[in-house]
């Protein structure tokens, strides 16, 4: 039993519990002076805690992510261990499609898995809209969250167009994404349909996190850096633009992430974003000027967390930096947390972070 058992009977109002005034996360995100750099990492709630591989024994990833109670604690547990200044909400992009009855599995040490890759018009037209009545636990998992929460932020968050999209058509991970983008460029009435099948379930699947209490939202669009910005711009950006709209009008901060995306930050930013996402390879340096008048965040490579604690301190130090020409900046990793980091090194370079005098 966790210790939490009891999250979503224990529920205590958002307004009473919480205040979210001063979270130096959301006035980061909002271009507003902040009292510390804020820091979160992606990926911070799973395979690097040991108290997570615990939990999980035995239960599959999707169960996990569709059992309120494992998911007010795993979010919960990266919180409890370093301190950061926002949770993210523990399920996966492709959780959603899951819950309107897509088959699929993610696989231990794979990822997603689909039983039956889309592949035509009728394929697209079979996956339902999504509800909130199809993510019930999902609410109650973010309820549960918020309570228990108090002054630190969740952050919600959906895969991008594009990269559910690389999974449903591949029928699982990729690399060069080549089905995906045959038929993007082969198919174009397929594609339209489906990147407007799939904005549609990623705009309602932010609006229940949101309803239910989570104060930011990320998109997720992983794999866009497999595309050209021409490409990116003509059958991608207008979908995932859609998505930012529609969490635009819901008034919480919208964070745009990819991977590898150098050529792409100005439109990702573009596309609605509030805080665009950067990865390691671009320096801050150079992408603060590309993404405009918008906060950024991240970028400390992901293994530096590896090497000696003064040398990914030195390191972080860089970012932070970089990071004070922004309109706002949040410290992150360039992308997820590898499953093989010591945690006691997160820990070290969250107080870093936090304690960095920005003068
Ligand atoms: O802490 C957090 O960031 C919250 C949880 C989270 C997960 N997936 C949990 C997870 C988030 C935000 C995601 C998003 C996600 N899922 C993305 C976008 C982020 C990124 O890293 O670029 C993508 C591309 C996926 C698809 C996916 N799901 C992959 C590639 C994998 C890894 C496969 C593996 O095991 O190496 C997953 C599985 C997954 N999602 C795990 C977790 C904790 C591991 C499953 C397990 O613990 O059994």
């Given at each position: 039993m966790c210790e939490h058992a009891d999250a979503g009977a224990t529920l205590v109002p958002v307004s009473t519990a919480a205040d979210l005034s001063q979270s130096a996360f959301l006035k980061a995100a909002r271009g507003e002076p902040v009292p510390h750099t804020p820091v979160w990492f992606m990926r911070q709630a799973g395979r690097s805690l040991p108290e997570y591989l615990a939990l999980r024994e035995g239960v599959g990833m999707l169960e996990s992510c569709m059992d309120p109670e494992l998911v007010v604690e795993i979010t919960l547990q990266p919180v409890r261990r370093y301190?950061?200044?926002?949770?993210?909400?523990?399920?996966?992009i492709v959780l959603p499609l899951k819950a309107v009855g897509v088959d699929l599995d993610i696989k231990p040490g794979i990822g997603p898995v689909v039983a039956q890759p889309v592949r035509t018009l009728a394929d697209v037209e079979a996956i339902p809209d999504l509800t909130p009545e199809h993510v019930p636990f999902i609410t109650e998992a973010v309820r549960g969250l918020v309570g228990q929460l108090g002054n630190t932020p969740l952050i919600g968050f959906a895969g991008a167009p594009f990269t559910v999209a690389s999974y449903l058509v591949e029928?699982?991970?990729?690399?060069?994404?080549?089905?995906?983008?045959?038929?993007?460029f082969g198919a174009p009435d397929v594609w339209d349909a489906l990147m407007r099948k799939i904005a549609g379930i990623a705009a309602a699947y932010l609006e229940v996190q949101v309803a239910a209490g989570a104060s930011a939202v990320q998109l997720f669009d992983s794999w866009a850096g497999a595309l050209t910005p021409t490409d990116y711009q003509q059958h991608v950006?207008?979908?995932?633009?859609?998505?930012?709209?529609r969490a635009g009008a819901l008034g919480v901060p919208r964070i745009h992430f990819g991977v590898g995306t150098t050529n792409l930050l100005s439109l990702m930013g573009e596309a609605g974003a509030d805080v665009v996402g950067?990865?390691?390879?671009t320096p801050l340096e150079r992408a603060i000027p590309?993404?405009?008048?918008?906060?950024?965040?991240?970028?400390l490579d992901p293994t530096l967390v590896f090497a000696p604690t003064e040398v990914m301190t030195a390191r972080a130090a860089e970012v932070?930096?970089?990071?004070?020409?922004?309109?706002?900046?949040?410290?992150?990793?360039?992308?997820?947390?590898?499953?093989?980091t010591d945690p006691d090194q997160l820990k070290r370079l969250t107080e870093f972070v936090q304690g960095y005098a920005l003068g």
């Open positions: 301190g950061v200044d926002a949770a993210i909400f523990f399920s996966d029928g699982g991970p990729s690399k060069e994404h080549a089905r995906t983008k045959a038929m993007m950006m207008p979908h995932s633009a859609a998505v930012l709209e950067v990865d390691w390879r590309m993404v405009g008048d918008r906060a950024v965040q991240g970028n932070i930096e970089a990071g004070r020409a922004a309109r706002g900046h949040i410290f992150n990793l360039g992308h997820g947390v590898i499953p093989s």
